[in-house]
């Protein structure tokens, strides 16, 4: 069983830099395809970026290319979020998620379970 706990979220100002975290607290991390996804205020939930099983891959929104680096931590079962050069509309609620049967995933309804979410706020 998969229960993903996210953590980290918090309030900067804009250009600040930021890590958030996800971990598993099941027992399938090392076979899985991880991703984060993130919802504005009244805004439909949107891919963020996503690694692959083997941590090897990555993909990511261009939104975020350049500035938000997706990384896997194998022995803590824990996936990372590094933002860097916040902007405003980075503010989110941003929720991890876990695919348990694709390589590397990129859209939502390929995602099996997911986190209850943490709030990044970046202000101007």
């Known amino acids: 069983q998969v229960r993903l706990v996210e953590s980290g979220g918090a309030l900067v100002k804009e250009g600040d830099s930021l890590t958030i975290s996800c971990t598993d607290h099941?027992?399938?991390?090392?076979?899985?395809?991880m991703g984060w996804f993130r919802q504005p205020l009244g805004k439909a939930r949107e891919f963020v970026a996503a690694i692959s099983t083997g941590g090897l891959s990555r993909e990511y929104a261009d939104s975020v290319k350049g500035r938000f680096t997706i990384s896997k931590d194998f022995p803590k079962k824990t996936v990372y979020l590094q933002m860097n050069n916040l902007k405003t509309s980075d503010t989110a609620v941003y929720y991890c998620a876990v695919s348990v049967h694709e390589q590397i995933a990129t859209r939502a309804s390929q995602f099996d379970y997911w986190g209850q979410g943490t709030q990044v706020t970046v202000s101007s």
């Open positions: 099941g027992t399938t991390f090392t076979n899985v395809a």
